[in-house]
């Protein structure tokens, strides 16, 4: 063994994500030595539904750190840190048998209980209680639609957990949820750091029933015999409870002192910047989720990102196939900033921030003859960044002072979504290297944990930036006269949204049989 291999001075970034899950090994320097990822199917049996086998998660979770490790040497793991999708939601029984599928982020199946709630008159305070917005994605609404819609099933659950909390369990033996994703259960007294008891009441869960709540940065001293097997690794590892998804991406691109908000564009997308106390706006329109006790960040993630353009490909481009995205937007730019007066609200996915609504559709406004697919596809990349910006609106009226953005994500390595997105939110946008920032932030945490570096605040000397991107004049004046009109259009078809869904059950979307 050389002197070099017996330092255990590498640490695993575990993300367990919405269709894979990804294991990078850090050393505290930033260096990335490896990194693994496997993938699991999302399951929709029914309309509204998004499920997943928790089985399979586990699996793919043993499989990339198993990978990782034999790459940079099992003897140099100092431990492992964990970063997770958050929202989910499954039933156990009492050996901590799976009694429900996994019920993800995206499963609107509660979305009548989270328009009831929402409009109550406990709705917003719940909101600025917990941090976690009223909306079918909530662990909150979801456990009240198992309450009314399958009470047996609800009753004889013995623990309500999160996917991170069942790895967990098989992984070190111990049934915990740490402050970050319990933030984002609905179900979290964020000003406290304990249970909500109108939470549980509305819920019908007890403490009990739910996972110890834990600090982000405790470690859990050791791996069960099954997971040392599964991944290679001693059955002394040490294991950092680790944080959301949400919260470790800021912190993975260097996001994590007040003003400094950090973008992400992927499939969907997100702004969120960090604070050092709770705070949730007065409409209820931002998210709060904490990192650690003293570290937060406050925004809000929109369902429809990436995949608004690569909806619109398919139907305006379809001779563009998968990995011609940069063909795809040179089309988009060439029409010119506006689109020609052509407004696409991107809510092909329903949305979340700052409305919170599983109602809205996707829609194009101000559409003429005059108007070509080049319109109609900028409109798109367009009508993601205004959404942004709204995001970004929410977050200034919840007293934040957002003064710097760092942005990535995969579709943010093209030139045209920065610098529509830099005009969008009026500000410069600084454009980080790589794109491992939950992975890596959870690696952060992990090291700062186990003593490996002495502050997480050191990432702003790991995170180089690659480009910086101004707002252009003319762009600018452009979004700033366009997004008070589109913030005005969900207001003004919340009627048209609300009777297209009572109309939707007779309106099926299945194409006629040719004769």
């Known amino acids: 063994m050389t002197a070099e291999a017996a330092v255990r001075n590498v640490v695993i970034g575990l993300d367990l994500g919405t269709t894979s899950t990804k294991a990078v090994a850090f050393t505290p320097d930033g260096s990335q030595l490896a990194q693994a990822s496997h993938g699991y199917e999302l399951q ?7 499920v997943q086998d928790p089985h399979q998660i586990l699996a793919a979770a043993y499989r990339a750190v198993a990978d990782v490790a034999r790459e940079v040497g099992a003897e140099r793991v100092r431990g492992i840190s964990f970063s997770s999708a958050m929202h989910s939601l499954m ?64 009753e004889s659950v013995a623990f309500w957990v999160g996917i991170k909390d069942w790895v967990l369990v098989h992984m ?4 915990v949820i740490d402050h970050s994703l319990a933030s984002g259960t609905g179900l979290m007294d964020i000003h406290q750091l304990d249970w909500d008891a109108e939470a549980l009441a509305l819920a019908g869960v007890s403490p009990e ?30 294991v950092v409870v680790g944080a959301g998804d949400g919260p470790l991406a800021n912190l993975g691109v260097g996001a994590v002192r007040p003003g400094v908000a950090a973008c992400s564009i992927g499939t969907s997308g997100a702004l969120r910047v960090g604070v050092d106390r709770p705070a949730v706006d007065p409409q209820g329109g931002v998210f709060c989720y904490a990192l650690t006790e003293d570290r937060w960040v406050v925004g809000g993630a929109i369902n429809n990102g990436g995949a608004t353009l690569g909806w619109a490909r398919g139907i305006f481009a379809p001779e563009l196939g998968e990995g ?24 092909l996915l329903s949305e979340r921030a700052p409305h919170w609504s599983a109602l809205p559709t996707g829609a194009y406004l101000g559409l003429t003859r005059g108007h070509r697919r080049e319109h109609l596809l900028r409109a798109s990349v ?32 093209n030139d045209l ?40 605040d050191i990432v702003d000397e790991l995170i180089p930036v690659e480009d910086s991107v101004r707002p252009e004049p003319r762009a600018l004046a452009v979004y700033s006269q366009l997004l008070p009109v589109f913030a005005e259009l ?23 049989e040719e004769e």
Do not use: N
């Open 44 to 50: 929709t049996p029914h309309p509204g539904f998004a």
């Open 91 to 154: 039933g156990l029984g009492p050996l901590y048998e799976p009694m429900t599928p996994v019920i993800t982020w995206g499963d609107t199946r509660a979305a009548i209980q989270a328009e009831r709630l929402r409009a109550g008159v406990s709705g917003l305070a719940l909101h600025r209680r917990t941090g976690t917005p009223i909306h079918p994605m909530s662990p909150l609404t979801k456990l009240i639609w198992f309450r009314e819609m399958e009470p047996k099933l609800h």
């Open 172 to 175: 070190c033996g111990a049934l």
């Open 209 to 238: 029933q739910l996972p110890e709540l834990v600090r982000t940065r405790d470690v859990l001293p050791g791996i069960t015999a099954e997971a040392a097997e599964a991944m290679g690794l001693p059955e002394s590892l040490e």
């Open 324 to 347: 011609r995205e940069a063909e795809l937007l040179a089309l988009a730019a060439r029409a010119q900033p506006g689109s020609g007066g052509l407004i696409m609200l991107p809510y």
């Open 382 to 413: 367009e009508g993601v960044c205004l959404q942004l910006a709204l995001v970004l609106q929410s977050m200034r009226a919840a007293g934040l002072d957002v003064t710097h953005v760092r942005a990535t994500g995969g579709v943010t390595r």
């Open 417 to 456: 979504w920065r610098g529509i997105l830099a005009s969008a939110l009026g500000m410069t946008v600084d454009f980080a290297e790589g794109q491992e920032g939950s992975s890596f932030g959870a690696a952060l945490l992990g090291m700062e944990a186990l003593g490996l570096i002495d502050s997480i």
């Open 490 to 512: 969900y207001t003004h078809l919340v009627p048209t949204f609300s009777s297209l869904r009572r109309l939707a059950p007779s309106l099926p979307l299945d194409l006629s």
